[in-house]
């Protein structure tokens, strides 16, 4: 049974960090491309970064750009979402997915999703 679980959210303020974490059962994590995404209330469901397979090539929202970092470890099949500088529109639920695939993309087209974890940011 395929999870992808969301840890590590939580209430911050403004300027403060926080750092998500994604536990996957996946027959084989290094084989899928890893996803974070977010929804606010009333909108979208957007992406926010994305990793390749080996964790060397990412690719960032230019909302988060140079705030968030995302990162994998291989041996825990575990993906990670590094958050500094933490403005009030980040407020959402952080979403991860996985990607049996070698592109990172940005669309919706993932084939695993997590529950969600809620990330409120306050001004």
């Known amino acids: 049974q395929v999870r992808l679980v969301e840890s590590g959210g939580g209430l911050v303020q403004a300027g403060g960090s926080l750092r998500l974490s994604c536990a996957a059962s996946?027959?084989?994590?290094?084989?899928?491309?890893m996803g974070w995404f977010r929804q606010a209330p009333g909108k979208a469901r957007e992406f926010v970064a994305g990793?390749?397979?080996?964790?060397?090539?990412?690719y960032y929202s230019d909302s988060v750009k140079g705030r968030f970092t995302i990162s994998r470890d291989n041996a825990k099949d575990t993906v990670y979402l590094q958050m500094n500088s933490l403005k009030p529109e980040d407020t959402a639920v952080y979403y991860c997915?996985?990607?049996?695939?070698?592109?990172?993309?940005?669309?919706?087209?993932?084939?695993?999703w997590g529950q969600g974890t809620q990330v409120t940011v306050s001004s």
């Open positions: 997915a996985a990607r049996a695939a070698t592109i990172i993309i940005t669309t919706m087209s993932y084939d695993y």
């Open positions: 996946l027959s084989s994590f290094k084989s899928y491309v």
């Open positions: 990793v390749n397979r080996s964790g060397v090539s990412t």
